[in-house]
C-alpha cells in the first residue's frame, strides 16, 4: 500500500481544531498522519502562517496532504503558505469542517489516494445529517 | 423492447451476492459507521447497506451516519461481487456488535 494521505485540520481555535482531532480518530482512525493548526502563534484566536507550514510538512508522508480550512482567514492562511510553497500534493479542500475531515481521514484510513480523500471531503457537503 | 438475453444482464447474473439482515443492538452511531466504513473498503464487491427503504454505500460514513438507523431497528447489507460472502459476513458482525 502507497503512503497514507496526511490531513491538516486549520481553524481559528485552537481547541476547535483538538477537539476535532479526539473525533475523527475515534470515528475514523488514529493511524492517519494527522496535525492540526489552530489559533494564532501566541494561543489567540485567528491563524498562524507558521503554523499552517508546520502542520502540512509534519504530516507529508509522501501520499500527498489534504487541507481542511474552517473558515474566512484559515482559507486566506492556508492558501498563502501554498502559494509561497507550491506542491501539487497538497490540496486545500473546500469541505465542511466536521464532516469533512470525518470523511477525509476514514477514506484516507482504508488506504485511499489524495485524489479519493480529497473527493471524499468534498462530497460531505452533500450528505444529509439526517 | 428486444426479449433476448442481454450479455450485460447475463454477466451481472452470474457475479455472486450475498445477503442478511442484522437487528441493531445499538444506535448506528458514528464510531460503527466509521468501523462499517473502513471495512468495507476492504472489499471489490459492490456493498449496499439498506435501512427504512433507503440504500447507502457503506464506505461513505456520513451517509452510513445519515441513516439514523436506531437501535432494534433491521438493516440489511447486500453485496454482490467476488467477496460478497466475506464482506457481508464481516458488515454484519460490526454491525451487530455495535454497542
Known sequence: ?130 | MSTSSDPAIATAATAPTHETAVVLPANLHARPAGQLARAAADFTSAIQLEYADRTVNPTGVLAVMGLGATAGSTVTVRAEGDDAEQAVTALAQILAAAE
Open chain 1, 1 to 130: 500500500m502507497s503512503a497514507s494521505v496526511g490531513i491538516v485540520l486549520v481553524s481559528h481555535s485552537a481547541e476547535l481544531a483538538a477537539g476535532l482531532r479526539l473525533l475523527v480518530e475515534q470515528i475514523g482512525s488514529d493511524t492517519v498522519p494527522l496535525a492540526t493548526a489552530g489559533g494564532t502563534d501566541d494561543g489567540r484566536i485567528g491563524t498562524s502562517y507558521d503554523l499552517v507550514l508546520n502542520a502540512i510538512r509534519s504530516v507529508d508522508r509522501g501520499g500527498g496532504v489534504v487541507v481542511l480550512p474552517d473558515l474566512g482567514s484559515s482559507v486566506l492562511t492556508a492558501r498563502t503558505v501554498l502559494e509561497d510553497h507550491p506542491h501539487p500534493d497538497v490540496l486545500i479542500v473546500d469541505a465542511p469542517f466536521v464532516e469533512g475531515a470525518v470523511a477525509a481521514v476514514v477514506t484516507a484510513a482504508s488506504g485511499a489516494d489524495l485524489k479519493t480523500v480529497a473527493d471524499a471531503a468534498k462530497e460531505a457537503r452533500h450528505v444529509h445529517k439526517f
